[in-house]
């Protein structure tokens, strides 16, 4: 098995922090999104077509291209700590949880990053097609991730991790998207407890490090 | 178990097709989101502050309200057949297809639509918050989903279904998709050989006809 990361980006975080949290060891290939552009080469488009990551691949020459496909890969092979719910309603609002962020969050903050800043002009989204960027949408976005994290604090509420007792992949999301949002000096509101609480614990998981 | 649908809209067909072909009976409210507006009811919001279909409401009152979270539940209740894969390997490919087919094809068109439409002048995205219309992301959105359909016919290829031998959610969803991109006119190429083969095959499933 064969992990195809890049340390300076947010989306392979996303697997790079289950696989510690899972207490796994998987051989790791950085791929250099910025100076290279490595992911467009074709080396790495035979790897993976969507140019992108992250990847892994299995060891039979499978590549997952997705964080939703890794993870349902890896959560399926090994089961603890489980990170996508333990029973079905578990797994229900962790699904839930985790596609309000993924979207209304990270694809929000994407969406204001990817418009606007000079070093993306032309590729306002990931993969093999070029796009232009959208002035509009960066503002569009931007106002997205305020109202977004205006809301973190009551979808903490008194509770230890964002789906309840237990961490899962809505709290890895949610960290990755509220540190994603600083690169545009958003942040959690300052009057939100519980967010504050929350993403103090997290944050200093070891795996956050990462 | 009860499920908040509205039977005019492509997002909850996508769970009325996964419901059927789990062979389930499951107690359906129809919600109607066209003349009514009721998603935006404070009766709705009580049920769902998202404003959006479909959502599935537990025995014990939990509301799971994304398509993700209530395939999840469903999935881990009634495992056969499976929908989201039987190994951890299947599991992978078909949350990569899903993913990609959700987010390339489905929010793509969804985009294309919402920020053309007269009708949806100052809802251009679901959910609580108003957005105005953007007219050069319609035009984007078009612009993708016309990549996208053109590309079905490498993403089938030769198999019966689009994850390989057996019927999944990847082929809900984008068998969802292609009838969506219809609204705009929006169709798979005529030289598409494997994709009209797959399409004609799911559309003459009971399920899609509902």
Known sequence: MKFYDCSTAPSPRRVR????????DIETVNIDLRKKAEQMSDEFRAINPYCTVPVLELDD????????????????????PPLMGATAAEKGVIGDLQWHIEFDGFMAMAEA????????KGR???GPDDFEQIPELAERGKARVQLFLGRVDAMISDKPFVAGDNY???????????????????????DAPNAQRWYESVSSRPSAKL
Chains 1, 2 share one sequence.
Request: aromatic share 6%.
């Open 113 to 120: 990053l990817r418009n606007s800043v000079p070093g993306m």
């Open 61 to 80: 020459g499978t590549h997952l291209v997705t964080t939703a496909g890794i993870w349902q890969c890896l959560e399926e092979m090994h089961p603890n």
């Open 17 to 24: 922090i289950f696989i510690a949290e899972k207490g796994l």
């Open 124 to 126: 306002a989204l990931p």
């Open 168 to 190: 899962s992949v809505a709290d890895i999301d949610l960290m990755i998207m509220i540190d994603f949002a600083g690169w545009l000096k958003m942040r959690l509101p300052e």
